[in-house]
């Protein structure tokens, strides 16, 4: 014989629908005097949150429409286990982190009007409990909680490390300078006070081939009456962004590990590479530079053995 449905049950749900979800777990087990995991367990078996806003979506087709209103689109799946929070407060704290925007967080959760929404709003966000579960929220962000945002937060690190040298390519060359004289023929031109050969430089941009280049950090390429150009994504924005997940000192060591790398990769070639003076020259600075942020780089001492060494023309 079946054992009969506990009468408190359906008491404990009568709570909760004329708190509008607005009351706790403890708070229904202390008016009930049951545990607050039995009224866990039938908000879960029960399907409240469901039944609750299936009653609200049915009001608001009975109820004329609102401007300042906003129904319940694309509610976020609740995954916050935390009995301090009320219901409405845990959906505040999801919608918060789809766009960082407390007012219209507090509308989609409380279902109320712009204008309770924008006081209301910067008030949840004051909230020590609010605050606590948002900090947590964030911290599973980074560590594989959320694949969609983790990947989002993976791009903003692309877009704001981005190096516009991975795209093109700089140079310059010398030429002698000539002229012609009353027959035609070319001359080369000398310094009348040094007597040494006039030249000038002329400077190239090329942009590397597509296969080279990753491409989903190129915002824009176009051909305009100057040539080609490439327009990267903003910087400064991809920072902003990175900065509601991540704080200042983790995005310097993030730049000072991508510094390293780097410099490891040129001091790597610069090693096996006999270079004429200039370009000697140019890699010797650029190892400068990454040592003037990171420090010395450390040589393998266990290496002991002659590498094999390409020549440079």
């Given at each position: 014989m079946p054992r009969k449905r506990d009468p408190r049950r359906d008491e404990a749900f009568e709570l909760f629908r004329k708190a509008n979800g607005g009351i706790k777990n403890?708070?229904?087990?202390?008016?009930?005097?049951?545990?607050e995991k039995t009224v866990g367990s039938w908000k879960s078996k029960d399907q409240w949150i469901q039944k609750l806003n299936g009653v609200l979506q049915s009001n608001e087709r009975s109820t004329p429409k609102n401007k300042?209103?906003?129904s319940i689109k694309n509610k976020p799946e609740l995954v916050i286990d935390n009995d301090h929070l009320t219901e409405q407060q845990k959906l505040f704290c999801l919608y918060y982190l789809q766009h960082f925007n407390a007012t219209k967080a507090y509308q989609q959760a409380y279902q109320c009007a712009y204008t309770t929404a924008r006081t209301e709003g910067s008030r949840a966000l004051a909230n020590p409990n609010i605050k606590k579960e948002l900090h947590r929220?964030?911290?599973?962000?980074?560590?594989d909680t959320f694949v969609g945002v983790k990947d989002l937060i993976q791009e903003y690190v692309k877009q704001a490390f981005a190096d516009i040298t991975d795209f093109v390519e700089f140079s310059s060359s010398e030429h002698k300078l000539y002229t012609y004289d009353d027959k035609g023929e070319k001359q080369e031109v000398?310094?009348?006070f040094t007597g040494d050969l006039e030249t000038y430089k002329s400077s190239q941009v090329a942009l590397k081939n597509s296969e080279e280049v990753d491409g989903t950090l190129i915002q824009e390429v176009k051909k305009g009456k100057d040539g080609v150009s490439v327009k990267l994504y903003d910087k400064q924005k991809a920072m902003s962004e990175l900065l509601k997940f991540f704080t200042v000192d983790e995005l310097k060591q993030a730049q000072i590990r991508k510094v390293q790398s780097e410099a490891d990769i040129i001091e790597n070639k610069a090693s096996k590479l006999v270079l004429n003076e200039k370009e000697q020259s140019?890699?010797?600075?650029?190892?400068d530079i990454g040592q003037s942020l990171i420090g010395p780089i450390k040589k393998d001492e266990?290496?002991?053995?002659?590498?094999?060494?390409?020549?440079?023309?």
């Open positions: 403890r708070e229904i087990a202390q008016q009930l005097n049951i545990s300042e209103s906003t929220l964030k911290a599973e962000l980074q560590q000398y310094n009348e140019k890699v010797q600075g650029l190892i266990g290496s002991g053995q002659d590498e094999s060494v390409e020549a440079i023309d």
